[in-house]
């Protein structure tokens, strides 16, 4: 069976300095991951997805999430948070095998202090 | 918002009375989908369209059904509301699956329900 698992519920982080939103992940066979962002009233906006190749996925707004095949884990990060940067983050993980459900996690509230 | 629109945006019912929620969007997609989003649980799959009138179950489908009667349109319905169902509710699209199942879901910006 497929799952995400976002082990924080909170980060802070002062603006300027780095950020990691940690999700693991556990699915058969190769994965299709993907980071999504939510403000508050508003539906999920995609962020970026890691497909296949390079471990290092770049998407919008300067987050990148690395892909670590041994630790099942694909953590979201970025090098500089803005105060804007904070809101509600999720993981999602979809299988190769034909399965048409993509399996979020319960999100990471991620809070950036001026 | 990828032209996703949800009507209506709040609603408040009754135990025991009828809902239709409505997704509409402009841009053509093939997949729709319903998700329900909840405190501790995150977004839960509660039907898939994969073309008109071609519907298939999610993980939570219990207590809920959908129609699709024209690729804009996906209608989530409870048939008899419980209280249980107080959540708030995503609808999503997606351009293709094909067979690299990679494509983006672009989301709605939802509509909260309250069951009394």
């Known amino acids: 069976a497929q799952s995400v698992a976002q082990p924080e519920d909170q980060v802070n982080v002062a603006e300027g300095n780095p950020l990691t939103v940690k999700c693991t992940y556990s699915v058969s066979g190769n994965p299709y991951l993907f980071w999504y962002v939510q403000y508050p009233n508003r539906g999920l906006q995609f962020l970026l997805k890691y497909i296949t190749g390079d471990n290092l996925v770049k998407g919008s707004y300067g987050f990148e999430a690395e892909f670590n095949k041994s630790q099942t884990s694909f953590h979201l990060k970025k090098p500089s948070a803005l105060v804007s940067d904070s809101a509600l983050y999720f993981c999602?993980?979809?299988?190769?095998?034909?399965?048409?459900?993509?399996?979020f996690g319960t999100g990471t509230r991620l809070t950036v202090i001026p | 918002d990828a032209g996703i629109t949800q009507s209506p945006r709040h609603k408040v019912t009754e135990t025991g009375t009828p809902v239709t929620l409505r997704c509409h969007q402009t841009?053509?997609?093939?997949?729709m989908y319903w998700y329900r989003q909840d405190p501790g649980h995150g977004l839960r799959l509660i039907h898939y369209s994969y073309g008109v009138k071609d519907t298939d179950k999610g993980e939570v489908s219990d207590g809920y059904s959908v129609s699709r009667s024209k690729t804009e349109d996906f209608l989530l319905t409870l048939e008899s509301a419980t209280s249980s169902q107080t959540s708030v509710y995503f609808c999503?699209?997606?351009?293709?699956?094909?067979?690299?199942?990679?494509?983006?879901?672009?989301f709605g910006n939802g509509t909260r329900l309250t069951v009394t």
């Open positions: 841009e053509n997609h093939r997949y």
């Open positions: 999602a993980v979809r299988d190769r095998t034909g399965a048409n459900n993509l399996f």
């Open positions: 999503a699209i997606s351009e293709s699956i094909g067979s690299t199942y990679n494509s983006p879901l672009h």
